[in-house]
């Protein structure tokens, strides 16, 4: 089946630490996004790459940094600059800027 | 930044019946969607509507891209239809970039049995 997987479902992150999530899509879809929700409120963007090799910013991305080395995967690493982690993490496709198909998420929390 | 205000903001309502959802955007749009978030967090895309009116189901959405609105129409209400509500857009900037969603804060519908 086609679809988009992130992983993990839940990860912990101690102070001082960078971590890594994985957004990986078989949907042969060009554009991928990366999303943060906080509890209550809408998604606000991190990043985005319309093609493979290139990226840019959103409306959030300080603390952040992707990489978009293959079509299909598009990781972002929450880095220890980014000092208020703690969110629900979306990830995202699409053909354009048509639909947006979006994966199940990772939760991320501070030990 | 584009604004986006979603109205109302908590919707209750018994299984059967009809409401109507108002995303209000503050420029001009290439990229409207309506997105369904369930109580598991995860996110359905509903409607890619950045104009006219489309039809799915139980569901429909009209985008009035003049007046700065979209409605987004549920009939028959059901219990799975609970959760929240997300209107997101682009501006309309011009260039090539694209897929730049601005997202509403939501409208959480509870639908009883």
């Known amino acids: 089946d086609g679809g988009i997987t992130q992983s993990p479902k839940y990860l912990f992150r101690k102070e001082g630490q960078n971590v890594t999530l994985s957004c990986e899509q078989n949907?042969?879809?060009?554009?991928m996004y990366w999303y943060r929700q906080d509890p209550g409120q809408g998604l606000r963007l991190i990043y985005y790459?319309?093609?493979?090799?290139?990226?840019q910013k959103g409306d959030i991305a300080e603390g952040y940094s992707v990489s978009r080395e293959k079509k299909e995967s598009f990781p972002l690493t929450v880095t220890s600059a980014q000092k208020n982690p703690t969110a629900f993490y979306l990830c995202?496709?699409?053909?354009?800027?048509?639909?947006?198909?979006f994966g199940d998420g990772t939760r991320l929390s501070i030990l | 930044g584009i604004q986006v205000e979603q109205s109302p903001p908590d919707l209750i309502l018994q299984e059967g019946a009809n409401s109507t959802l108002r995303c209000n955007f503050s420029?001009?749009?290439?990229?409207l969607q309506w997105f369904h978030q369930n109580p598991w967090g995860q996110l359905i895309n509903l409607f890619y509507?950045?104009?006219g009116t489309k039809q799915n189901g139980r569901l429909s959405a009209t985008t009035v891209a003049t007046e700065r609105y979209s409605l987004l129409y549920i009939s028959s209400s059901q219990t799975t239809d609970s959760g929240v509500y997300f209107c997101?857009?682009?501006?309309?900037?011009?260039?090539?970039?694209?897929?730049?969603?601005?997202f509403g804060q939501g409208t959480i519908l509870t639908v009883h049995p």
């Open positions: 997101a857009v682009e501006r309309n900037a011009g260039g090539t970039s694209y897929g730049k969603l601005t």
């Open positions: 509507i950045p104009s």
């Open positions: 949907l042969n879809h060009d554009a």
């Open positions: 790459s319309q093609i493979v090799n290139d990226f």
């Open positions: 420029d001009s749009v290439n990229n």
């Open positions: 995202a496709s699409s053909i354009g800027r048509r639909t947006q198909h």
